[in-house]
């Protein structure tokens, strides 16, 4: 897919709780928009949702003016909640995801013994798109990536210059998202990467998260040339199994995310809560000893 003639802009809104990044992407002022990865704020502690984060972006699109045509994930969040219900009560736009989410569904709905009505084919979301299936916003024509690996259901979005990878990579001096979720797979993330790497050498990587070493301050922009000269995990001459063999040692010391077992239950449902109970309240379950 080529670069394409409008360059779009892109701001992006840091939610320091979770180290997320929501983006707004659009052509100018009075322009329609896409809004990508979304946050709804969530105290593990009380259970309590706000929406702190979602409201800046809110705050954001209507002072520019902006009118949304897409809601975008790029892939079930298990680090933090999603926001798209909100976003569309109050800005409109279209849900979408990557077109093999209905297997990620499918094992949670599983884990979490959903209940029955739920349905593992993606129809939370009003649109799933397929590999290269091309995304109109106003004048900015883009188009969905599967970059599986991370989990396999993983999506980037190229909208002219500017790719947002999701979680398939980070700064280059963080390096790149685990593979140890159900449906991970280091082999498939190292060739998801290379695929974002072959793109053009100017071309931006907006990261979903940023993890800050060393004190430094947070960044979540990078170009392709800067993480194939200096990611940590995968820059140029680092080969498939040097990076598996990393990956699979690394992964294996790492603690599950805080808010996993919250987020995935609703961001499988495209960010909706759980069904109310008889008592008017939406429940998570927590599974003893299954992860």
């Known amino acids: 897919m080529g670069i394409g003639s409008v360059t779009p802009h892109v701001h992006g809104i840091f939610d320091p709780a979770t180290w997320t990044v929501t983006y707004v992407v659009f052509e100018k002022p ?20 706000k929406h702190v984060s979602a409201d800046k972006v809110i705050e954001f699109v209507k002072a520019n003016d902006l009118q949304v045509e897409w809601i975008l994930e790029t892939h079930a969040h298990a680090d933090h909640l999603s926001a798209a219900p909100y976003l569309k009560q109050h800005l409109g736009g279209k849900t979408a995801i990557g ?3 209905g297997g990620v569904q499918k094992v949670f709905k599983a884990i979490f013994n959903m209940e029955t009505g739920f349905k593992y084919d993606g129809s939370q979301f009003d649109h799933l798109f397929t ?3 091309t995304i109109r916003v106003g004048a900015i024509s883009g188009h969905a990536m599967f970059v599986p690996g991370h989990t396999p259901a993983c999506v980037a979005y190229q909208f ?20 140890d979720f159900p449906g991970g797979d280091a082999k498939t993330l190292y060739a998801s990467i290379r695929k974002i790497l072959g793109l053009p050498p100017e071309t931006r990587l907006f990261m979903c998260h940023d993890y800050p070493p060393n004190g430094r301050p947070v960044k979540f922009q990078t170009t392709v040339a800067e993480q194939r000269a200096h990611n940590i995990h995968v820059h140029d001459g680092i080969s498939e199994a040097q990076f598996v063999e990393m990956r699979t040692k690394r992964d294996a010391t790492l603690d599950m995310p805080v808010l996993i077992l ?7 449902r495209a960010g909706e809560l759980p069904p109310q109970e008889d008592n008017g309240v939406s429940y998570v379950k927590i599974p003893l000893n299954a992860l």
Not at 36 to 41: E, G, P
Not at 160 to 179: K, L
Not at 263 to 268: D, K, L, M, R, Y
């Open 99 to 101: 077109d093999h989410i």
């Open 30 to 49: 009075g322009s329609s928009c896409a809004i990508i990865d979304s946050v709804l704020d969530y105290d593990p502690k009380s259970g309590r949702t």
């Open 262 to 268: 919250p987020a995935v239950q609703i961001n499988i």
């Open 160 to 179: 002219g210059d500017a790719v947002f990878v999701g979680d398939t990579m980070f700064m280059p001096d963080v390096g790149t998202a685990r593979c």
């Open 131 to 133: 590999d290269g299936e």
